[in-house]
């Protein structure tokens, strides 16, 4: 069994029947180890996004995140990243609508930064994603649960 942080943006976490619609399908595919809404503050953010730091879309990205609340889910299934990853789809919005028009950025992202959701693109960045938005998970706990049922 395989964690991911899944991270729906302000602009959908507003937006009812999306919240709605995209919590449904998490359900159907992953079981939720713990969910909360986060307010993602500067500070939070430079640390989140440190390794796009001095890139073009750095600040306009940092500032959207900063201008509401967030919806983060520790999320775990077989293979979660790439399923996750999936049922996003592409992180360019254009390139969702035309390759994958069901796709979860396909049908509430607005544009790169807008593009509805984030998730993690490997383990790594699982855990350290997750680490900064639930500090108080304890990974070592959910391991044990696991070996107890396999």
């Not at 909360?36 to 390794?51: D, G, W």
């Not at 995140?65 to 254009?94: D, H």
């Not at 979860?104 to 992202?109: D, E, M, P, Q, V």
Request: net charge positive; proline share 3%.
């Amino acid at each position: 069994m395989e964690i991911t942080l899944a991270l729906i943006k302000p602009h959908v976490l507003r937006n009812t029947y999306a919240m709605q619609q995209i919590r449904a399908l998490i359900a159907q595919n992953f079981t939720v180890l713990d969910q909360k809404e986060v307010h993602i503050t500067k500070e939070l953010s430079a640390k989140f996004y440190a390794e796009h730091r001095g890139k073009f879309f750095y600040h306009r990205l940092t500032s959207f995140m900063n201008s509401g609340p967030c919806y983060a889910l520790i999320l775990q299934s077989e293979a979660c990243i790439k399923k996750w990853r999936g049922l996003l789809g592409p992180t360019k919005v254009f390139r969702a609508v035309y390759s994958d028009p069901d796709c979860i950025r396909a049908l509430y992202g607005l544009s790169d930064t807008r593009n509805a959701c984030h998730g993690s693109d490997s383990e790594e960045s699982a855990m350290r994603e997750i680490g900064i938005l639930f500090p108080e998970f304890k990974l070592d706990a959910v391991s044990r649960e696991v070996k107890k049922k396999t």
